[in-house]
């Protein structure tokens, strides 16, 4: 019967057991242990030399070496280096193991770390919205007070009040009438509309420069009248909102008030106004017939950087980086709703819905929130993007969203499976300011580094336009898609048509 050591697996010379764990070791290599380590090298238990057990056992008989095979010197430095790197082997094995345990302990205590902010995060949350909810209540009970004369400070627009009956009568109305408008149309193009060649022939056709300021210069978004499609309004680095008119060609109104970058400008259908959105955290309404400001509302407390117009006409919805959004009167200046973002992200992009019963909300982190306007609750999420959503459109139909993200793609969402169903990844070097649907559904534009236009269903690229010298931050369809009109940091608003 032959003994193994226990550190160097091979036969001992001179065999020991440790009365501890019962282990069999080579005398010297275990000595060497419990001199360096104090312990048994099988259970990690306290051992001392006096309870090393000599064992009785055949001397094992090393086969004789050859004359002329080595030197006895050589042999025992090679036998010392082996001694030490089992020692040392074993040694790593054990501290492999602490480490492990370690690190799992670690872990466990992150996981538990995170569910603990996770809770506090969502209490937060609840009490900021309690907050928010008691807020106007206390200022009705105190027919006023000190806080509402603040808030007229910075606009007109007193506190959020709730969308009044006749006001979601009138909402509930309109889209029952576009509903039923829609169904009569059915799926039949439209007579007229621009075919995929004509499009791929567009160019410049009329060239608008310097309709803002040199500084700080560039023109940061655009929005044509969908009445006659004569006139553009846009919005610049400048504070500025021009509108102009292409036929004949003047400019119709220069909007000053703003005292910050404007984000977003949009037009009112069957309305001489215009609205725009600042960085000077209020968005305003003004006439276009004297470029003078109707209301000023300043109910946001970060940068406005999202306006939508409702499909009645009458309401507008705006989005801030302080993470609401408000719905309120274009006439009255009233602001009836003031939602947050569940987890208090900013609102970067957000857009009415065609049949305007609901509205879509972009965020800094990518997420797309589908609020249901009555209830003012989040009826659906879009995560697919990665980073902030800088623009969103709705198809006529109202079936599908199409969003841009700084993540440098475009994300088209079906919103009756509510799920992804095409996205479109730009060049690493691109960058997207916008995107838009033309009336009929049939193309999209997205304006960034130059211009694209798309083929919707196939969301295939039709062609691309480069006549611009800067990023194009805006574009806009004409009727029937028969042109573009697209807005530059390069201070230019072009036409494109055959």
């Given at each position: 019967?032959?003994?193994i050591?226990?550190?160097?697996?091979?036969?001992?010379?001179?065999?020991?057991?440790?009365?501890?764990?019962?282990g069999v070791?080579?005398?010297?290599?275990i000595?060497?242990?419990?001199?360096?380590?104090?312990?048994?090298?099988?259970?990690?238990?306290?051992?001392?030399?006096?309870?090393?057990?000599?064992i009785?056992a055949?001397k094992?008989?090393k086969?004789?070496?050859?004359?002329?095979?080595?030197v006895?010197?050589?042999?025992k430095?090679?036998?010392?280096?082996?001694?030490?790197?089992?020692l040392?082997?074993?040694?790593?094995?054990q501290?492999?193991?602490?480490?492990?345990?370690?690190?799992?302990?670690?872990?466990?205590?992150?996981?538990?770390?995170?569910?603990?902010?996770?809770?506090l995060?969502?209490?937060?949350?609840?009490?900021?919205?309690?907050?928010?909810t008691?807020?106007?209540?206390?200022?009705m009970?105190?027919g006023?007070?000190?806080?509402?004369e603040?808030?007229?400070?910075?606009?007109?627009?007193?506190?959020?009040m709730?969308?009044p009956?006749?006001?979601?009568?009138?909402?509930?109305?309109?889209?029952?009438?576009?509903?039923?408008?829609?169904?009569?149309?059915?799926?039949?193009?439209?007579?007229?509309?621009?075919?995929?060649?004509?499009?791929?022939?567009?160019?410049?056709?009329?060239?608008?420069?310097?309709?803002?300021?040199?500084?700080?210069?560039?023109?940061?978004?655009?929005?044509?009248?969908?009445?006659?499609y004569?006139?553009?309004?846009?919005?610049?680095?400048?504070?500025?909102?021009?509108?102009?008119?292409?036929?004949?060609?003047?400019?119709?109104?220069?909007?000053?008030?703003?005292?910050?970058?404007?984000?977003?400008?949009?037009?009112?259908?069957?309305?001489n106004v215009?609205?725009?959105?600042?960085?000077d955290?209020?968005?305003?309404?003004?006439?276009?017939?004297?470029?003078?400001?109707?209301?000023?509302?300043?109910?946001?407390?970060?940068a406005?950087?999202?306006?939508?117009?409702?499909?009645?006409?009458?309401?507008?919805?705006?989005?801030?980086?302080?993470?609401?959004?408000?719905?309120s009167?274009?006439?009255?200046?009233?602001?009836?709703?003031?939602?947050?973002?569940?987890?208090?992200?900013g609102?970067?992009?957000?857009?009415?819905?065609?049949?305007?019963?609901?509205?879509?909300?972009?965020?800094?982190?990518?997420?797309?929130?589908?609020w249901e306007?009555?209830?003012a609750?989040?009826?659906?999420?879009?995560?697919?993007?990665?980073?902030e959503?800088?623009?969103?459109s709705?198809?006529e139909?109202?079936?599908?969203?199409?969003?841009a993200?700084?993540?440098?793609?475009?994300?088209?969402?079906?919103?009756r499976?509510?799920?992804?169903?095409k996205?479109?990844t730009m060049?690493?070097?691109?960058k997207?300011?916008?995107?838009?649907?033309?009336q009929?559904?049939?193309?999209?534009?997205v304006?960034?580094t130059?211009?694209?236009?798309?083929?919707?269903?196939?969301?295939s690229?039709?062609v691309?336009?480069k006549e611009?010298?800067?990023?194009?931050?805006?574009?806009?369809?004409?009727?029937?898609?028969?042109?573009?009109?697209?807005?530059?940091?390069?201070?230019?608003?072009?036409y494109?048509s055959?």
């Open positions: 019967m032959s003994l050591c226990g550190l160097s697996g091979e036969v001992p010379e001179d065999p020991v057991v440790s009365s501890i764990s019962g070791y080579e005398r010297r290599l000595e060497k242990y419990v001199d360096e380590y104090g312990t048994d090298p099988n259970n990690g238990e306290a051992l001392a030399k006096e309870q090393l057990i000599a009785k055949p094992f008989v086969p004789k070496l050859a004359p002329l095979a080595g006895p010197g050589l042999l430095t090679l036998q010392d280096e082996w001694d030490s790197v089992m040392y082997n074993h040694t790593l094995k501290q492999l193991q602490s480490t492990r345990q370690e690190l799992s302990h670690a872990l466990y205590q992150h996981d538990a770390a995170c569910r603990v902010i996770a809770r995060q969502k209490e937060l949350a609840a009490a900021r919205e309690a907050l928010a008691l807020k106007p209540q206390i200022v009970s105190n006023g007070g000190d806080h509402r603040s808030m007229a400070e910075d606009g007109d627009i007193g506190q959020p709730g969308i009956e006749p006001v979601l009568k009138k909402i509930v109305t309109r889209n029952e009438q576009l509903t039923a408008e829609r169904k009569q149309r059915g799926k039949a193009v439209p007579e007229g509309l621009a075919t995929v060649d004509q499009i791929k022939g567009y160019h410049v056709t009329h060239s608008i420069p310097s309709l803002h300021k040199t500084t700080p210069g560039g023109i940061t978004c655009i929005d044509i009248q969908t009445g006659d004569k006139q553009v309004v846009t919005g610049g680095n400048d504070g500025m909102v021009v509108v102009h008119q292409r036929d004949p060609e003047n400019v119709v109104a220069s909007c000053k008030g703003h005292t910050g970058k404007i984000n977003r400008v949009a037009f009112v259908p069957t309305k215009v609205l725009s959105a600042s960085d955290k209020t968005f305003r309404a003004w006439n276009v017939e004297d470029g003078k400001c109707l209301h000023t509302f300043g109910i946001h407390r970060g406005v950087k999202a306006v939508s117009v409702h499909p009645a006409w009458d309401y507008v919805l705006s989005a801030s980086l302080d993470s609401t959004w408000a719905f009167d274009i006439a009255t200046g009233r602001t009836y709703r003031l939602e947050s973002d569940p987890d208090n992200l609102i970067t992009a957000a857009q009415f819905h065609p049949d305007g019963m609901i509205l879509a909300a972009g965020t800094s982190r990518g997420i797309i929130r589908i306007i009555r209830q609750e989040s009826a659906a999420n879009f995560t697919d993007h990665l980073d959503v800088v623009g969103m709705f198809s139909n109202g079936y599908h969203l199409v969003s993200s700084k993540d440098n793609t475009v994300q088209v969402w079906d919103l499976k509510l799920k992804t169903i996205t479109i060049p690493d070097n691109y997207i300011n916008d995107v838009v649907v033309d009929s559904a049939t193309y999209m534009a304006a960034g130059d211009l694209k236009v798309y083929r919707c269903k196939e969301w690229e039709v691309t336009l611009h010298t800067a990023d194009v931050t805006g574009v806009r369809f004409g009727p029937n898609a028969s042109f573009l009109v697209s807005s530059s940091l390069d201070r230019s608003v072009k494109f055959e």
